[in-house]
């Protein structure tokens, strides 16, 4: 009865996220990194995506949906929307399918990372979170529908780089759970069971090997990049309080060293917590190690990362028995023992700190509808309304013109830094160098450019010192009402 009754709450709630993110997406202007995806999608043939893929570090399959509607020429902002329907799948499965109390349902839909983060900012990390959330839906019952539970394994491990972990563990499980309940002898006998979804779950791991195999001349090639450990404590933190210790984005661990301290030891009573059931502590002690070794050796992360501790945690507690948690919202039961004394604890801390991050989730949401998260949208169209149509763009850098480029199918961008044509960032090791020129050489370059080419307009990220105005003049900043560090100028050459 109890859940028939919540019925009309969970649709409510629903369509209120629907229409919060909708609303958002609709205002939000997409960055830098949202455009790569679109712009591979869009530039390369399947398999050259595939083959960019080993530069880029991440897997395909967020481009491979994209892709249709790229090439058929449908108009970028509806990468938004792609995006938004798939966020509200994923959360219409977490509130109708998981087995928690509905104040955490709401808190944990409306938190930043859900309402914001994961839901508004178009990247593949949303695919991860529909397909976890799909597998806890019928992870009691893999073994009943192995063929589906491999299938979005599979999907897990191709989505980014981090949620490979998480996917491998799953197929883990899978092998040792039909091998608990069949056992050996009878495992033998029903190997077509066993064989095929595995022979799928392999083919992701396959599937992401060799995407993700770096060239030898990426700008990051080898295993290890770093050794940046201290960032952990910084993912930690931010993952359960986004909004105390973010400003936004990255923040050094040492800034708030008693914050993530405290942080630090809620983490391990996680652990203590978790491990009563061994299978699902594994699952999230080995999906956080993975991402521990991604922030550690390749790269220390942001916030869009060390979100995914959290789902990682809200995933281990839909699939185990963990009733101290889960009773701990029905607040007039006494907790006897101590791990269920010690799961009213972490429910407890997660009801505040989730709270605060609805409240993050609120300012970022108010701050994205009222100021520009990027000013990237608003160049493209200067650009278009002055019709310089047929000029070419000298733009530097890639880096961070890249954003501008999908509102502008046909234009063309020519790097001083890379001396080359570009569309979208390919990450090898000319790409390092050519950020790192000094406003003399990028005007040099772009002059002895403009001598071949007749190419009078320059597109920059940040404004002409005074002695570089003495050969360009300015028609239009944008800089104004931005929250993000994407601010632009674009300049036209002085006649002589």
């Given at each position: 009865m109890?859940?028939?009754?919540?019925?009309?709450?969970?649709?409510i709630?629903?369509?209120?996220?629907?229409v919060?993110?909708l609303?958002?997406?609709?205002?939000?202007e997409?960055?830098?990194?949202?455009?790569?995806?679109?712009?591979?999608?869009?530039?390369?043939?399947?398999?050259?995506?595939?083959?960019?893929?080993?530069?880029?570090?991440?897997?395909?399959?967020?481009?491979?949906?994209?892709?249709?509607?790229?090439?058929?020429?449908?108009?970028?902002?509806?990468?938004?929307?792609?995006?938004?329907?798939?966020?509200?799948?994923?959360?219409?499965?977490?509130?109708y399918?998981?087995p928690?109390?509905?104040?955490?349902?709401?808190l944990?839909?409306?938190?930043?990372?859900?309402?914001?983060?994961?839901s508004i900012?178009?990247?593949?990390?949303?695919?991860?979170i529909?397909?976890?959330f799909?597998?806890?839906?019928?992870?009691?019952?893999?073994?009943?529908?192995?063929?589906s539970?491999?299938?979005?394994?599979?999907?897990?491990?191709?989505?980014?780089?981090?949620?490979f972990?998480?996917?491998?563990?799953?197929?883990l499980?899978?092998?040792?759970d039909y091998?608990?309940?069949?056992?050996?002898?009878?495992?033998?006998?029903?190997?077509?069971?066993?064989?095929?979804?595995?022979?799928?779950?392999?083919?992701?791991?396959l599937?992401f090997?060799?995407?993700l195999?770096?060239?030898?001349?990426?700008?990051?090639?080898?295993?290890?990049?770093g050794?940046?450990?201290?960032?952990?404590?910084?993912?930690?933190?931010?993952?359960?309080?986004p909004?105390?210790?973010?400003?936004?984005?990255?923040?050094?661990?040492?800034?708030h060293w008693?914050?993530?301290?405290?942080?630090?030891?809620?983490?391990?009573f996680i652990?203590i917590?978790?491990?009563k059931?061994?299978?699902?502590?594994?699952?999230?002690?080995?999906s956080?190690?993975?991402?521990?070794?991604i922030i550690t050796?390749?790269?220390?992360?942001?916030?869009?990362?060390?979100?995914f501790?959290?789902?990682?945690l809200?995933?281990?507690?839909w699939?185990?028995?963990y009733?101290?948690?889960?009773?701990?919202?029905?607040?007039?039961?006494?907790?006897?023992?101590?791990?269920?004394?010690?799961?009213?604890?972490?429910?407890?801390?997660?009801i505040?700190?989730?709270?605060?991050?609805?409240?993050?989730?609120?300012?970022?949401?108010?701050?994205?509808?009222?100021?520009?998260f990027?000013?990237?949208?608003?160049?493209?169209?200067?650009?278009?309304?002055?019709?310089?149509a047929?000029?070419?763009?000298i733009?530097?850098?890639?880096?961070?013109?890249?954003?501008?480029?999908?509102?502008?199918p046909?234009?063309?961008?020519?790097?001083?830094g890379?001396?080359?044509?570009?569309?979208?960032?390919?990450?090898?090791?000319?790409?390092?160098?050519?950020?790192?020129?000094?406003?003399?050489?990028?005007l040099?370059?772009?002059?002895?450019?403009?001598?071949?080419?007749?190419?009078?307009?320059?597109?920059l990220?940040?404004p002409?010192s005074k002695?570089?105005?003495?050969?360009?003049?300015?028609?239009?900043?944008?800089?104004?009402?931005?929250?993000?560090?994407?601010?632009?100028?674009?300049?036209?050459?002085?006649?002589n």
């Amino acid at each position: 009865m109890k859940i028939h009754s919540e019925l009309p709450a969970k649709h409510i709630i629903l369509f209120l996220y629907a229409v919060i993110t909708l609303i958002t997406a609709f205002f939000h202007e997409p960055w830098r990194d949202e455009a790569q995806a679109w712009l591979l999608a869009r530039d390369l043939s399947p398999l050259g995506l595939i083959r960019e893929m080993g530069y880029d570090g991440s897997p395909a399959l967020w481009h491979f949906i994209l892709m249709p509607f790229a090439k058929a020429g449908i108009p970028y902002p509806a990468m938004q929307f792609i995006h938004w329907g798939i966020a509200v799948t994923a959360v219409a499965i977490f509130l109708y399918k998981s087995p928690f109390h509905l104040i955490f349902k709401i808190l944990f839909i409306f938190s930043y990372y859900m309402i914001y983060e994961y839901s508004i900012i178009a990247r593949s990390y949303i695919l991860s979170i529909l397909f976890l959330f799909s597998i806890a839906s019928i992870y009691r019952e893999k073994l009943k529908r192995p063929l589906s539970y491999a299938v979005l394994v599979l999907l897990l491990m191709n989505t980014n780089t981090h949620n490979f972990f998480p996917g491998l563990a799953l197929c883990l499980l899978f092998i040792a759970d039909y091998y608990k309940i069949y056992g050996i002898s009878h495992g033998i006998k029903r190997m077509k069971g066993l064989i095929f979804p595995v022979l799928i779950m392999f083919g992701g791991m396959l599937a992401f090997t060799l995407q993700l195999l770096p060239p030898a001349d990426s700008w990051k090639a080898g295993v290890a990049n770093g050794f940046d450990w201290p960032w952990i404590f910084n993912a930690i933190g931010d993952a359960f309080m986004p909004s105390y210790l973010s400003n936004p984005g990255m923040t050094l661990f040492f800034k708030h060293w008693t914050e993530l301290a405290f942080f630090t030891i809620f983490f391990l009573f996680i652990l203590i917590y978790l491990f009563k059931e061994k299978e699902h502590f594994f699952f999230f002690a080995f999906s956080v190690a993975g991402l521990f070794l991604i922030i550690t050796f390749k790269h220390s992360g942001y916030l869009r990362h060390y979100g995914f501790i959290l789902i990682y945690l809200v995933f281990t507690l839909w699939i185990g028995n963990y009733e101290g948690f889960k009773e701990a919202f029905n607040f007039r039961k006494i907790q006897q023992s101590f791990h269920e004394r010690l799961g009213s604890f972490i429910a407890y801390f997660l009801i505040i700190s989730l709270s605060s991050s609805v409240l993050y989730g609120v300012s970022s949401i108010t701050t994205d509808i009222k100021t520009k998260f990027s000013c990237a949208e608003e160049m493209s169209l200067v650009i278009k309304n002055q019709q310089f149509a047929g000029n070419e763009l000298i733009a530097y850098n890639v880096h961070t013109v890249t954003a501008i480029v999908p509102y502008l199918p046909g234009w063309k961008f020519w790097d001083p830094g890379l001396k080359d044509y570009f569309t979208f960032i390919h990450w090898d090791n000319k790409y390092l160098p050519g950020r790192k020129l000094s406003e003399n050489e990028i005007l040099m370059i772009a002059e002895e450019r403009n001598k071949v080419k007749k190419s009078a307009l320059l597109l920059l990220p940040y404004p002409l010192s005074k002695d570089g105005l003495s050969n360009y003049s300015l028609i239009k900043a944008a800089d104004t009402n931005v929250s993000g560090d994407e601010k632009f100028y674009l300049y036209k050459l002085k006649s002589n």
